[in-house]
C-alpha cells in the first residue's frame, strides 16, 4: 500500500535536526520496521516541514508506523494520505448510490 506522510517537527525535534540527526535514516529504519520502503522523503517549506512517499504492507502497519511517530512527541500535525483504487471506489460509490435513499 502506497503513502505519503505529512509532518512538522516540534521545536525539540527541530533543534535535533539542527545537531545533525541523520532524520533519513531513522525514516529509512521506521518503514523497514513494519516490512515497508521509502520511496522518497524531502524536507520542504511551507504548510508542512516534511514529506515522505512510501510503502508499507498493509493498513495496520501504516497506523502501527504512525500511532509509533504520534507517541514519540516530536512531530504534529501528522497526516498519513493511503493510496485508494479509485476504480473500486466507484464501483461501491455506484451500488451505494443506488441504494441509498436521501430524506425529504
Do not use: C, W
Not at 539542527?18 to 522523503?41: C, N, P, T
Request: proline share 3%; net charge neutral; glycine share 10%.
Amino acid at each position: 500500500m502506497k503513502v505519503t506522510v505529512l509532518a512538522n517537527y516540534e521545536p525539540h525535534a527541530a533543534k535535533g535536526l539542527i545537531q545533525g540527526s541523520d532524520r533519513e535514516a531513522a525514516v529509512k529504519a521506521l518503514f523497514e520496521s513494519v516490512g515497508g520502503r521509502v520511496a522518497s522523503m524531502m524536507f520542504t517549506r511551507g504548510i508542512y516541514d516534511i514529506v515522505i512517499n512510501g510503502e508499507v504492507p498493509d493498513q495496520s502497519a501504516g497506523m502501527g508506523l504512525t500511532l509509533a511517530v504520534r507517541a514519540s512527541g516530536s512531530v504534529s500535525d501528522l497526516v498519513v494520505l493511503e493510496e485508494l483504487d479509485m476504480k473500486a471506489v466507484i464501483a461501491a460509490a455506484k451500488k451505494a448510490a443506488g441504494a441509498y435513499k436521501p430524506a425529504g
